[in-house]
């Protein structure tokens, strides 16, 4: 079981994979079979049942989360019968036809999420991290590999990239080689640097031993920019702020990451005529970039959405019967004239947005709000390098929640934050034995006096 555990994570980072047509877009992510066999494994062992009825903070948010994926699912086939009852059609499908099917896809979701934490809960905290950092070098293997080809051509990495990045088509070539950005192992540069500071920087700020792992946190961060996305470069300030502000830098250790961001500040400034400008140019001049104009509209059609339908959303993905009507507006651009033409990404740019058309407003607040209670509860009883990770994993994971979409179905997304609060309920099961061992040796030694 262990092995599985370590294949499942090392696999993690890898979730832009030819599809070969079992579960849709899911099928993206090169852990799908690992997790599937771990599923099943788990489900028969009660082992993810178990971790539904743990107590204390983590146990209850993980519930939380089970029981609203639940309601959402539920919540998905109704609103595709009512769809269904007033004639709404899209694409040549039957909304009630529709939502039964990705019904299923919370539920999915929950499994995802509940085996994850399944795994930090009963891995060794080094094997734990041992695995993590595996997973990040084979990552960093192929993105050098990767960078090293749009420099000089390499036949290796051109036998690779059609199976590691083939999830999407770029007209049949690799996705450096088109765009001359990089993308990893992931689908796009903003998933790229995602991927790096919600899955690997947290386990390299607070690693399970000593002291912070500043040359990996440096190579993380570094990468983060690298990809060129907005959405990466904000993530990597915020990390950077919250890597500063932490008590675990101290002395030589902060003024050297204040003078390396001074040094980056700096150094985009210098290089303004290739890279600030072009960030620059983004920010001034939203009304003439494509994709800030898409951003805008699909955002301001999903807002539109949530409060039309405030109280119960309107289930996982039938938001199909809602975009393309609404957002024809702007089929002058290529990208929306194809998400018309096939009826993909036709969704809110922020998942936030997104998790609130499907859930509605009322479940989005108590989802939050057991997060930062949970979070809170558990500071000053568990460890202090195991809270401030998962603290700063929500934390991340929440900032890109805003301000992008992501690939929902990409494995790693759900995973990160289900293997910290995993890592927190061993932690509080230790300093429960611990504690139950101690009254057990005290009513020994100071036995109540009979009465």
Same mark, same amino acid.
């Given at each position: 079981m262990r092995l599985l555990y370590q294949i499942?994570?090392?696999?993690?980072p890898f979730c832009a994979m030819i599809k070969p047509g079992l579960l849709g877009n899911f099928d993206a992510n090169l852990s799908l079979f690992p997790f599937l066999v771990l599923a099943m494994l788990l489900l028969l062992d009660r082992s993810i049942l178990n971790v539904l009825q743990r107590h204390g903070p983590e146990g209850a948010l993980v519930r939380m989360i089970a029981i609203l994926f639940v309601i959402a699912g539920g919540m998905t086939v109704f609103h595709g019968a009512f769809l269904s009852a007033v004639g709404a059609s899209a694409y040549d499908t039957n909304p009630l036809r529709k939502s039964i099917v990705t019904s299923i896809v919370p539920i999915f979701l929950i499994l995802l999420i509940c085996t994850a934490v399944v795994i930090g809960e009963k891995m060794s905290p080094r094997a734990l991290q041992r695995s993590i950092e595996l997973a990040f070098g084979a990552f960093f293997a192929y993105?050098?590999?990767?960078?090293?080809?749009?420099?000089?051509?390499?036949?290796?990495?051109?036998?690779?990239?059609? /199976?590691?990045?083939?999830?999407?088509?770029?007209l049949g070539v690799s996705y450096i080689e088109r765009f001359g950005r990089i993308n990893g192992t992931t689908m796009e540069p903003s998933e790229f640097s995602k991927l790096l500071c919600i899955l690997f920087l947290p386990w390299f700020v607070y690693p399970v031993e000593g002291s912070m792992l500043l040359k990996r946190v440096l190579l993380v961060l570094a990468l983060g920019m690298a990809s060129m996305a907005l959405t990466g470069i904000f993530l990597v300030i915020v990390a950077f702020f919250l890597i500063?502000?932490?008590?675990?830098?101290?002395?030589?250790?902060?003024?050297?990451?204040?003078?390396?961001?001074?040094?980056?500040?700096?150094?985009?400034?210098?290089?303004?005529?290739?890279?600030?400008?072009?960030?620059l140019s983004r920010l001034t001049a939203l009304n003439a970039d494509p994709s800030a104009i898409i951003r805008f509209f699909y955002n301001y059609t999903a807002a539109q959405i949530v409060l039309e339908n405030p109280i119960f959303g309107i289930g996982w993905s039938n938001e199909i019967y809602y975009f393309p009507q609404r957002? /024809?507006?702007?089929?002058?651009?290529?990208e929306v004239r194809n998400d018309l033409l096939t009826g993909n990404a036709l969704t809110a740019k922020s998942l936030f947005l997104r998790l609130s058309m499907y859930l509605g407003i009322p479940l989005m607040i108590v989802l939050i709000l057991t997060i930062m209670m949970s979070l809170r509860k558990t500071r000053g009883v568990l460890p202090d390098r195991d809270v401030a990770r998962a603290r700063m994993t929500f934390v991340l994971l929440g900032t890109s929640a805003i301000i992008d979409g992501g690939i929902i179905t990409s494995f790693y997304m759900w995973c990160a934050p289900g293997l910290c609060l995993g890592v927190l309920m061993r932690q509080r099961r230790i300093r429960e034995r611990i504690a139950q061992t101690q009254r057990r040796v005290q009513a020994v030694i100071s036995p109540e006096p009979v009465k």
């Open positions: 499942f994570i090392v696999t993690l993105t050098l590999l990767q960078v090293a080809s749009s420099i000089v051509a390499n036949p290796f990495y051109s036998s690779l990239w059609p /199976v590691f990045e083939g999830s999407r088509d770029n500063t502000l932490s008590n675990r830098v101290k002395g030589w250790k902060r003024r050297m990451l204040i003078v390396i961001g001074l040094v980056a500040m700096v150094s985009l400034i210098v290089a303004g005529d290739v890279l600030f400008a072009q960030i957002v /024809v507006e702007i089929s002058f651009l290529w």
